[in-house]
């Protein structure tokens, strides 16, 4: 679950320990990208994991989903720390779910898209606030906004991998070419791999045959690609943030907490084996 970088210096081999991060993203609204990012992170954190979740929608929608409120004075978020140069532990709230930390976003935000611009290296902005403090977690998730903008070109260049969430219904691969679109200029024109963490189908009710079919779709289309993980449609799940807790604290027994575990534990699971494949092929 860490990532594990070397660089020679004179005789000597310096390791750096470094978290993961995952940016939850798809440009279609409604796809239930914010409620993965809360609860998949709050599930890693329930692993007796280090995780910070950065809310990188100008909705905040993760932040109030936390219970951590908006707009007070003196509180520091994601846009102070990607435009004016306040340090991203200042930032940093704690949350209920122990082992779970919080970069929190309000409408303030809005305005970092135009603000970036002019900036130099505005495309790594969040690569740099987030340096400092790579070393402190095992992961870190960030929830991006709805949309193919600046804020989430800095989430995608951030990353280590991406989570496409998307909603078992009859548009669901609209758009979705030009995400791919996108992630694959990030490859090719900032030298990430960016791997998929998966493709995660969301909402999904087991008794239409048009969820199924859908389903059998997208993995026609991705193949291995789509995670085995499904994120049932859920009113608990949807009144959770309300309360501004995840699914694990407001219904720990509901379906939808079953499902976000097993994500988590599908993830982690992935890491490890994609851990042992490079071990193995570095040791060749």
């Keep these: 679950m860490f990532h594990v970088e070397q660089s020679k210096t004179a005789s000597r081999a310096i390791i750096h320990i470094v978290a993961k991060i995952i940016a939850v993203t798809n440009q279609k609204g409604g796809v ?18 280090q995780v910070l979740l950065v809310d990188s929608d100008p909705q905040g929608n993760a932040t109030t989903g936390l219970g951590v409120e908006k707009g007070l004075e003196n509180k520091r978020t994601l846009y102070e720390a990607l435009i004016q140069n306040v340090s991203i532990e200042d930032a940093i709230v704690k949350t209920l779910c122990e082992g779970l930390e919080l970069v929190p976003a309000d409408k303030d935000l809005v305005a970092a898209n135009l603000d970036l611009v002019d900036l130099p290296n505005r495309e790594f902005r969040l690569t740099e606030v987030l340096a400092p ?9 960030i929830d ?3 949309s193919l903008d600046l804020l989430t070109l800095n989430a995608l260049v951030a990353a280590d ?3 496409v969430p998307i909603q078992c219904e009859f548009f669901a691969l609209e758009g979705i070419s030009q995400l791919m679109d996108t992630i694959e200029k ?8 960016l791997p ?8 999904f009710d087991d008794r239409t045959n048009l969820a199924r079919q859908v389903a059998e779709d997208l993995k026609d289309f991705f193949n291995h690609e789509v995670l085995t993980t499904v994120i049932p449609r859920s009113i608990r799940l949807a009144e959770a943030p309300s309360y501004g807790k995840p699914i694990l604290m407001y219904d720990p027994r509901s379906r939808a907490a079953e499902s976000y575990i097993k994500l988590a534990k599908e993830i982690l699971e992935n890491e490890q084996r994609r851990r042992q494949t490079t071990a193995a092929e570095s040791a060749r």
């Design 32 to 49: 239930g990208k914010t409620t993965t990012a809360i609860n998949l992170a709050a599930s890693l954190a329930a692993n007796d994991i």
């Design 133 to 141: 403090i790579r070393d402190r977690y095992e992961y870190i998730v």
């Design 144 to 146: 991006c906004p709805p």
């Design 161 to 163: 991998s991406a989570l």
């Design 186 to 193: 990030v490859r090719t024109s900032f030298s990430r791999p």
């Design 196 to 203: 998929l963490e998966g493709i995660l189908l969301t909402m």
